[in-house]
Nanobody, 116 residues
Framework: QVQLVESGGGLVQPGGSLRLSCAAS????????MSWYRQAPGKERELVAS????????NYADSVKGRFTISRDAAKNTVWLQMNSLKPDDTAVYFC?????????WGQGTQVTVSS
């Protein structure tokens, strides 16, 4: 069955870095757009970054441009989100999503807390 397993979240001080990983299985990874979303308490889930199935194009929310980098490796069936210069406003549960046409799958999420 399809599985998306996120890891790498945790508590970090403002200005710090974290690298989130999403290990995919149960589907043809190279056919799917991969994305990272986040949801803070009391807020709607929002798109953070996405990467096309070949990795040739990426897209970022304005709030993370220049600080976050999304990447993927077809050999490892994994997508990453490198997060630098973290701010308290980046605190949220981060979710991995695989999408292709009308199909979409979600991971269970990983908590990122930015606090001193």
């Amino acid at each position: 069955q399809v599985q998306l397993v996120e890891s790498g979240g945790g508590l970090v001080q403002p200005g710090g870095s974290l690298r989130l990983s999403c290990a995919a299985s149960g589907f043809t990874f190279t056919r799917y757009i991969m994305s990272w979303y986040r949801q803070a308490p009391g807020k709607e889930r929002e798109l953070v970054a996405s990467i096309t199935n070949t990795g040739g194009n990426t897209n970022y929310a304005d709030s993370v441009k220049g600080r976050f980098t999304i990447s993927r490796d077809a050999a490892k069936n994994t997508v990453w989100l490198q997060m630098n210069s973290l701010k308290p406003d980046d605190t949220a549960v981060y979710f991995c999503k695989a999408s292709r046409f009308r199909e979409s799958y979600w991971g269970q999420g990983t908590q990122v807390t930015v606090s001193s």
